[in-house]
């Protein structure tokens, strides 16, 4: 049996989402801030009309994927 066809797939849109906010901007959002605190890390994004988005977690990675949770709710309201 091949493992690679149960290894999750990075190089698609959604795998790369965590990059393109880090990197880039997302959805006409880019990364604001980066902070540590008590209870892990913060991440706020924001976009050009001041909208500010965050996710707070264990680790970086993590808040970043929470906060582009955030952007797809908000887009698909």
Not at 43 to 51: D, E, L, P
Not at 58 to 72: G, M, P, R
Request: aromatic share 6%; no cysteine; glycine share 6%.
């Amino acid at each position: 049996m091949n493992n690679q066809d149960h290894e999750p797939k990075t190089n698609t849109v959604l795998g790369k989402r965590p990059t393109l906010l880090s990197n880039e901007t997302y959805r006409g959002f880019s990364i604001d801030n980066i902070s540590k605190n008590w209870n892990g890390v913060k991440v706020t994004a924001i976009n050009s009309k001041g909208m500010k988005i965050s996710g707070n977690a264990d680790s970086k990675q993590q808040a970043v994927e929470k906060v582009i949770n955030q952007i797809d709710l908000l887009f698909d309201q």
